[in-house]
């Protein structure tokens, strides 16, 4: 049932763990956004990331200096955009994507250094094991680094972008969620601001290094709309997964995140009804917003065939999208996927009857939509 509470992670909740790297304009923004409402227990970090601001704002203004402000043209790009529910396998499927180096894709550093990453990423990386240094992420087994493709959400987060990530900072206001999410909720200013910046930021990338735009972020599945506009021969690549799975891994991820992040209090009993809510919000903004959108722009994915015959789906999806690079990528693929034999999923088995009947409910448009069995499975190798 909605109500039914869920453990705050790591005990009770003595603030954020970490901190994001904003320049000094974007965590102003972000905060006074959220009316400066922080819990004293996240003073410190507060103060911290307000001292590192300054630091991250100056390399920016030394890159825009050495750069002249410019970055590559991106509007006659044609990127990739994954998409899909969190925990639905978008992070699977962008990593395996990742490995046909016809692609370029942002990864952790730029993604959590958005101002100067042009300026600081190549001398940070040669440190001695942080390109490859593994660590694992919070919400699962699957571990990351510094050069890992990441999700670009989070540099729009720390660029000041209006951003459904703002919740991971000020998670005891889900009610914004909605606000956050749909483009269609901001006023004419915030969507220009977004545009400017995440073009900006996929500038940068492109100057970075070549290669077709790669992106993944399950809040882009609210704003394939306004991605059309931007890049009008974009395609999008929507990944699915059984909907007890997606809904339960989803209340462990925020969850964690919130305790890693936050800077206030949540109530635990609130996240089953968020999670429902941003999930309907979600299919019903993808299902308007892909109206119109030619076949050869849109691939639907099930993660459970993707599990199963990974390769084979990716020679599916190459040839549903027109992709001609398979061949050359075809043993980077094999060789991800067989480092990922083993690995079990969480699964459902502690779901309460009562949470499981609610998702059935509500999200039973989404189980007939992508023709899911409404019983519960069980966990299982992938």
């Known amino acids: 049932m909605a109500s039914q509470r869920m453990p705050v992670p790591r005990g009770e909740w003595r603030g954020p763990q970490a901190t994001l790297h904003f320049g000094a304009a974007g965590l102003f ?9 922080i819990s004293p227990r996240a003073f410190r970090a507060v103060a911290r990331m307000s001292i590192e601001s300054v630091s991250h704002s100056l390399a920016g203004l030394a890159q825009k200096a050495l750069h002249g402000g410019a970055t590559a043209e991106t509007k006659s790009q044609k990127p990739v955009f994954i998409i899909g529910h969190w925990r639905s396998g978008t992070t699977l499927l962008h990593e395996a994507l990742c ?6 894709s942002p990864n952790t550093y ?10 600081t990423e190549e001398r940070y990386l040669k440190a001695e094991g942080r390109r490859s240094a593994l660590s694992p992420r919070p919400m699962d087994a699957m571990t990351v680094s510094m050069s890992s493709p990441q999700e670009d959400e989070f540099a729009l987060l ?7 990530y703002r919740l991971l900072l000020f998670p005891g206001q889900m009610s914004l969620g909605r606000g956050l999410l749909l483009p269609s909720e901001w006023d004419s200013g915030e969507v220009d601001s977004w545009k400017r910046l995440f073009s900006a930021f996929l500038g940068a990338v492109c100057m970075a290094r070549p290669g077709r735009l790669l992106l993944k972020s399950p809040t882009h599945t609210c704003r394939v709309g306004m991605l059309r506009e931007m890049f009008p021969d974009a395609q999008f690549l929507h990944i699915v997964r059984q909907p007890y799975e997606v809904f339960t891994s989803t209340l462990r991820l925020w969850n964690e995140l919130f305790a890693l992040y936050g800077l206030q209090r949540w109530l635990s009993e609130d996240l089953p009804r968020f999670v429902l809510d941003i999930g309907e919000v979600m299919e019903q903004r993808l299902e308007a917003d892909l109206r119109g959108l030619p076949e050869s722009s849109y691939c639907l994915v099930r993660y459970e065939d993707l599990s199963s015959d990974p390769v084979g789906q990716l020679e599916a999806i190459y040839r549903r999208l027109g992709w ?3 061949a050359a990528a075809r043993a980077d693929f094999e060789e991800y996927f067989a480092a990922r034999v083993g690995y079990r999923t969480a699964g459902v088995r502690d779901l309460d009857p009562d949470l499981a009947d609610l998702v059935r409910q509500r999200w039973a448009s989404i189980f007939r939509k992508y023709d899911y069995p409404e019983r519960l499975p069980t966990s299982k190798k992938t």
């Open 29 to 37: 923004k972000v905060l006074a956004a959220h009316q400066f409402k």
């Open 99 to 104: 490995a046909d180096r016809s692609f370029n």
């Open 158 to 164: 720390v660029l000041g972008a209006p951003s459904f």
């Open 110 to 119: 730029e993604c959590l250094f958005p101002q100067h990453f042009l300026l």
């Open 324 to 326: 001609s690079t398979l």
